[in-house]
């Protein structure tokens, strides 16, 4: 495995629900990353970790909210999602965000909003 | 708008053959490239990385290169096998000492028959 888990690897939620998203990092990496896959849509970028600092946020809806505790815990809460939300969310550590270092993703969120 | 462009949604090879899978750019200068593969349901797995001064790099049956005049990467893989079969995906990213964005592309579904 890449050293990254995440948990739950399903989830199924109504609009009105609140969930978590969780992801935790063995490798010792200082950055994390949240991503969304559509199908057949590239990887969109949605939040920026580096140090628990958040260091970027793509203009991402706020019913979807990061958190980092430490650098190896990072965490999505959800709340009153829409169906257009249901997507793969991946979660991913580097060593740093400055260039040049390989991503290392978890095995994915498989979320469906009813 | 920055844009990636991997050339086809899918390509079908014979076994044995080379394949050769292209990433085009636009409207982006990026210090790096990166190549991941990913398989169904799961998150994608780093492969190769190559720097906007390298023009080729190898790694066992994988050759990439980058030609920032044309603006291309192509992802070779000689010898190819089924088990090779998967989504590959191209990703840039700019260098920098702060955060560096990374893009990636929509993939393209490599299948190997045999």
């Known amino acids: 495995e890449t050293g990254v888990t995440q948990t739950p690897r399903h989830l199924v939620m109504g609009m009105t629900n609140k969930k978590s998203l969780k992801c935790e990092q063995h490798l010792g990496h200082n950055a994390m990353y949240w991503y969304k896959q559509s199908a057949k849509k590239p990887l969109e970028l949605m939040f920026v970790y580096n140090f628990k600092e958040q260091t970027e946020n793509n203009s991402v809806p706020s019913r979807f909210s990061p958190e980092c505790p430490n650098s190896s815990h990072l965490f999505l809460h959800l709340h009153t999602l829409q169906p257009e939300d249901s997507a793969l969310y991946l979660c991913a550590s580097s060593q740093e965000t400055a260039g040049g270092y390989e991503q290392y993703f978890g095995p994915g969120t498989r979320l469906t909003v009813t | 708008s920055q844009k990636i462009e991997q050339n086809s949604e899918a390509l079908n090879i014979q076994e044995g053959k080379t394949a050769t899978l292209t990433c085009n750019y636009t409207n982006y200068s990026p210090a790096y490239l990166q190549w991941y593969r990913q398989d169904p349901g799961r998150g994608p797995v780093f492969l190769l990385l190559?720097?906007?001064?390298?023009k080729e790099k190898r790694k066992e049956r994988l050759k990439v290169t980058f030609d920032t005049t044309l603006k291309q990467s192509l992802f070779h893989i000689t010898a190819s096998q089924p088990a090779d079969s998967a989504t590959y995906l191209c990703?840039?990213?700019?260098?920098?000492?702060?955060?560096?964005?990374?893009?990636f592309g929509s993939g393209t579904r490599l299948s190997i028959r045999p």
């Open positions: 190559i720097r906007e001064n390298e």
């Open positions: 990703a840039l990213e700019k260098g920098g000492s702060s955060a560096s964005k990374i893009i």
